[in-house]
């Protein structure tokens, strides 16, 4: 049972990324998937929930209105679009379920700057 993102890059500010996590092992049907992301020096803190079962989703107060996260059932994925990124996005991105298993993967990094 794994998840792992994908999709991060480099974008100036103002820029667009659209990540990607991808379940192996089980069906994302009915699980609620969140992103977090670490900057350096920083605690994980999650970014965006979406629940699978009900469609419901969740957005941090600093990523609301720019992020858009969404279920993909035929690819057995979750993805969070991001646009008008700022340097303060700047992390290495992850998915995991909610709550949170042991494992986080590598994640994907995402930096913003000019």
């Known amino acids: 049972v794994q998840l792992q993102a994908s999709g991060g890059g480099s974008v100036q500010p103002g820029g667009s990324l659209r990540l990607s996590c991808v379940a192996s092992?089980?069906?994302?049907?009915?699980?609620?998937i969140q992103w977090y992301r670490q900057a350096p020096g920083k605690e994980r803190e999650g970014v965006s929930c979406?629940?699978?079962?009900?469609?419901?989703?969740y957005y941090a107060e600093s990523v609301k209105g720019r992020f858009t996260v969404s279920g993909d059932k035929v690819k057995n994925a979750v993805n969070l679009q991001m646009n008008n990124l700022s340097p303060e996005d700047t992390a290495v991105y992850y998915c995991n379920t909610l709550p949170p298993t042991d494992y986080w993967g590598q994640g994907t990094q995402v930096t913003v700057s000019s």
């Open positions: 979406i629940n699978n079962s009900d469609g419901g989703t």
């Open positions: 092992g089980f069906a994302l049907d009915y699980y609620a």
